[in-house]
């Protein structure tokens, strides 16, 4: 495990509009505010059109990230992230994961990393701010999953 002490900064309260790209209007506002890392606590509403990922056949290899896309519709979602700027892409790399639930079939639910979604209605989000450390994705390991990690903190410097 690793862990650090965080200075936080912002905080902003967003109110996503019925049709809005859910990722791309999340992303083009950290670039419109200069938010290069940041906690997502919370946010809830609909989604018209989700993606996220999984699969319906058998995990080749369990041990292996799954990487494949799955489709629903007309959903209700409450779910939380983490954005760090991945060094690889030299972009900001959103890592979302929702709970949603389908609204016509009896609210059955489906839980995952979310790829794109499109607002039905209405979606609110809490986002704050991180101004220390740097937040970093690089992708890591055997299988090059982009993974939180940390800069050292700068120390105070002396007036």
Do not use: Y
């Not at 200075?7 to 990722?23: C, Q, Y």
């Not at 983490?82 to 639910?109: C, E, F």
Request: with cysteine; glycine share 8%.
């Amino acid at each position: 495990m690793r862990h650090t002490e965080l200075t936080m900064g912002r905080t902003f309260a967003l109110a996503f509009d019925d049709g809005d790209d859910f990722v791309a209007e999340l992303t083009g506002f950290c670039a419109e505010m200069g938010i290069r890392q940041a906690i997502i606590p919370m946010f809830l509403g609909g989604f018209r059109e989700v993606s996220l990922v999984g699969t319906n056949g058998p995990l080749e290899d369990p041990e292996a990230p799954v990487w494949d896309e799955t489709v629903l519709h007309t959903v209700e979602a409450v779910g939380s992230a983490t954005l760090a700027w991945s060094p690889d892409n030299d972009a900001l790399a959103p890592h979302i994961h929702v709970a949603v639930g389908r609204k016509d079939q009896a609210a059955a639910g489906s839980v995952s990393h979310l790829l794109r979604a499109e607002v039905q209605f209405i979606q609110e989000m809490f986002l704050q701010e991180v101004l220390s450390p740097g937040m970093l994705r690089p992708l890591c390991g055997p299988h090059a999953v982009p993974t939180l990690t940390f800069a050292p903190h700068q120390e105070a410097q002396p007036l």
